[in-house]
């Protein structure tokens, strides 16, 4: 699964420490899918037992912030948490039944994971921001993170902030030797999209046609915005440009050499290209991945729990 570091403007676990995280979340999936499957091949599941292992922690960073507390209890805690570090960031799948098979149990495992992606891309453990619906359900976000190697670092629809004004981008996707700056142009099963360098594209289907703005206008903005933000920091690493159409056709004969058409019949080989690499994390990667989110744009509120004046240290269990 490809990791999602910015979604939107939400706050994301990323920005935090983004040569960090992306390594842990590694180690995280691996050290799950590899417990979840023994105990499934021992038959040793333990139904809607696995779950977030966050309580500890919290209650840990709540009492240290309340005086009077009891200093014994207090040890007691510190101490647990000391065995079992980084509780807060754990994952593990809550299952109700049994798979039947492994291709199953990995399913459900990586539809798990999911949410725990999304939760990470739009939450800390001191602020949180009102992720929307759709992106539970959003069919691009899934392929990415369900379909592409871990070690790919997504940036999906962020907000950049550009001399205070903020830009909304598309997809940049950073793997470990080059970056894709990618636009999708998708709509009805099978229809032709007419490309040129006009302000308008020709798009056909059902015997009608009608015009659709030309996807290279916003895929050009984007790639240049960052390429001068990482030029700037001497971040050596290609930058690619892409328009998608995974379930139609487009016929642009005269296209800019730089720019990569992968419809129907030439996406499945990049994709395929994309997913067989096999490359690890890069420092250069992670750089890149750095400097762009400490461009992005960020709307978050304080989580209610670490408000001191209304703080009631015997709620930690309704903490998200």
């Given amino acids: 699964m490809a990791q999602l570091i910015k979604l939107q403007d939400y706050v994301s676990r990323y920005e935090q420490d983004a040569f960090r995280y992306p390594s842990q979340y590694i180690r995280l999936k691996k050290q799950q899918w590899e417990k979840l499957k023994k105990a499934w091949e021992t038959n040793s599941l333990h139904y809607e037992e696995f779950e977030w292992e ?9 009492l240290n912030k309340v005086t009077g507390l009891f200093k014994k209890e207090k040890i007691e805690i510190q101490e647990e948490v000391e065995i079992k570090p980084n509780n807060s960031l754990q994952f593990a799948p809550l299952l109700s039944f049994r798979p039947d098979t492994e291709d199953e149990l990995k399913q459900i495992f990586l539809d798990q994971l999911f949410n725990f992606q999304l939760k990470w891309a739009s939450s800390t453990i001191y602020e949180k921001s009102n992720i929307h619906m759709k992106y539970y359900y959003d069919d691009k976000l899934h392929t990415f993170l369900q379909r592409f190697p ?19 981008m598309e997809i940049i996707l950073i793997t470990p030797m080059e970056i894709w700056c990618i636009t999708f142009l998708e709509e009805e099963k099978d229809a032709v999209f007419l490309g040129s360098t006009d302000r ?14 030309n996807p290279m206008i916003s895929l050009n903005r984007m790639t240049k915005i960052v390429q001068q933000i990482l030029s700037h920091y001497q971040v050596d690493l290609p930058i690619k440009k892409a328009i998608v159409c995974r ?19 030439e996406y499945p080989k990049w994709f395929e290209q994309m997913r067989n690499t096999r490359a690890p994390l890069k420092h250069m990667q992670l750089k890149a991945a750095k400097i762009l989110l400490d461009y992005c744009q960020t709307a978050s509120f304080k ?8 703080l009631d240290p015997f709620e930690e269990e309704n903490l998200n």
């Fill in 54 to 62: 966050e309580i500890e922690k919290k209650k840990t960073n709540l």
């Fill in 150 to 168: 871990d070690t790919f670092l997504l940036l999906y629809e962020p907000v950049l902030l550009l001399k205070k004004a903020p830009v909304e």
């Fill in 200 to 213: 308008f594209w020709l798009k056909r289907s059902n015997k009608s046609e009608r015009k659709v703005l």
């Fill in 247 to 265: 379930n139609g056709y487009i016929d642009f004969p005269e296209k800019p050499y730089d720019l990569s058409i992968l419809e129907k019949r």
């Fill in 303 to 310: 989580r209610m729990e670490w408000d001191e004046e209304s």
